[in-house]
């Protein structure tokens, strides 16, 4: 379920409700490559335009920093989502539970709002037993929702053996040329929110001739038009940028709507071309 929810922004951001009823603000500010030493400062700026949601990872290196930014903030926590995720070399009960204290401690937060696993590794064969780990972690009352990230469907039935739960979130590369249409019926069918990375393609999906055009006609940018078929598909997305200008155009696509010619039209963009790497076979261990 949807909900509007407003955090000081330009514009309506909505909330998603993941399993168990905990909201999660649907355009999020992701810190992927934003260096440490820049980090608080990019995330006191997305504060202030009105970010309340925010995506890191330990192996972003850049915790500590969006903790720091957090920590002396006038908004209150209770208005902040906090997502961070486990690395591939943490998997297994003990490195998980860890990890997550490292995590909880760099952040400096009692509680995470979400607690990801990065990547399945399947070559090590620990994920089941990292989610479990999750789990407990959750009923501990250290996470309010767990999830996984890069999880392909092979990946997520496994996650039910030994009287497992399905994650509330799968965060996976999607954007207009890689729809992964198959694994989102998927998410549809079993109640998994569906959390886009990379939305725009790392900017690729922004040189599309048929996307300027529209964008043209609606006196919008591409990357609003991008953005706001997104969320109009449901998704949670988690768009990138250290210019405060793109900062608030990122977050103000709530007071236009695509019609469905155009919506089907970035359907039809769908080529299949992933930009990460393949979740069966990704080990990433350093």
Known sequence: MIHPHNPAASGIV????????????????GLYLVPSKDAQATTEAAIEVGYRHFDTASIYGNEH???????????????????????????????AREAFERSREALGLEVIDLY?????????????????????????GCVRAIGVSNFLPEHLDKLLESGG???????IELHPRSQERELASYHEEFGIVTQAYSPLAHGGAL??????????????????????????????IIPKTVNPMRMRENLDIFAFALPDDV????????????????????????
């Not at 994920?127 to 009923?139: A, D």
């Not at 529209?214 to 598909?233: E, M, N, T």
Request: net charge positive; charged share 25%; glycine share 8%.
């Open 165 to 171: 739960e399905r994650p509330s979130v799968n965060q």
């Open 207 to 236: 040189q599309s001739l048929a996307l300027r055009d529209v964008a043209h006609h609606l006196a919008k940018s591409v990357a609003q038009v991008i953005l706001r078929w997104h969320v109009q598909r449901g998704r949670v």
């Open 263 to 286: 919506m089907q039209m970035i359907d039809g963009l769908d080529r299949g071309e992933r930009m990460s790497a393949d979740p069966r076979e990704f080990l990433g261990l350093g």
């Open 116 to 140: 990801l696993i990065h990547w399945p590794v399947p070559a090590l064969g620990l994920y089941r037993e990292t989610w479990e780990t999750l789990q407990e972690l959750r009923s501990e």
């Open 65 to 95: 920093e969006v903790g720091e930014a957090i920590a002396i903030s006038t908004v209150p926590r209770a208005e902040l989502f906090v997502t961070t995720k486990l690395w591939n070399r943490d998997h297994g009960r003990k490195r």
């Open 14 to 29: 909505p909330t998603v409700d993941l399993r168990g009823g905990v909201p999660i603000p649907q355009v999020g500010f």
